[in-house]
């Protein structure tokens, strides 16, 4: 299942992380969500595969970048595709999000 590889994934990162929120007080951390699911093909009028959509939301007061290249290097050794990415400021923390699909056979 995806969730669990995304967990594994996420596990080597060595920052704190969390699914939907974070109530820890690290200066750096990621949050993670899943945004939508939807059947991705079909045969024989039964789905096949599975396309996942989440969300990955780094947060940090200082720099991320290399953070920023070891997420996205685990979400493409996992099968993911980037969708978007994009980044806000506020209050002193940065926030950058990458939305990655992964497709999977339907169990």
């Known amino acids: 299942m995806i969730d669990n590889e995304i967990i594994q994934a996420l596990s080597t990162l ?3 992380f969390a699914y939907e929120e974070y109530t820890g007080n690290a200066e750096t951390y990621l949050v993670y969500s899943e945004y939508d699911g939807r059947p991705q ?3 024989d009028n039964k789905e096949i595969l599975e ?3 989440y969300q990955f939301d780094i947060f940090s007061k200082s720099d991320y970048s290399a953070l920023l290249k070891s997420l996205k290097q685990s979400l493409f050794l996992l ?3 980037r969708q978007n990415e994009f ?3 506020e209050a002193g923390v940065h926030q950058r ?4 699909k992964f497709i999977r056979e339907t169990e």
């Open 14 to 16: 060595g920052v704190d």
């Open 41 to 43: 093909a079909y045969a």
């Open 51 to 53: 396309a996942f959509y």
């Open 79 to 81: 099968g993911g595709t």
């Open 87 to 89: 980044s806000h400021f």
């Open 97 to 100: 999000s990458i939305r990655f």
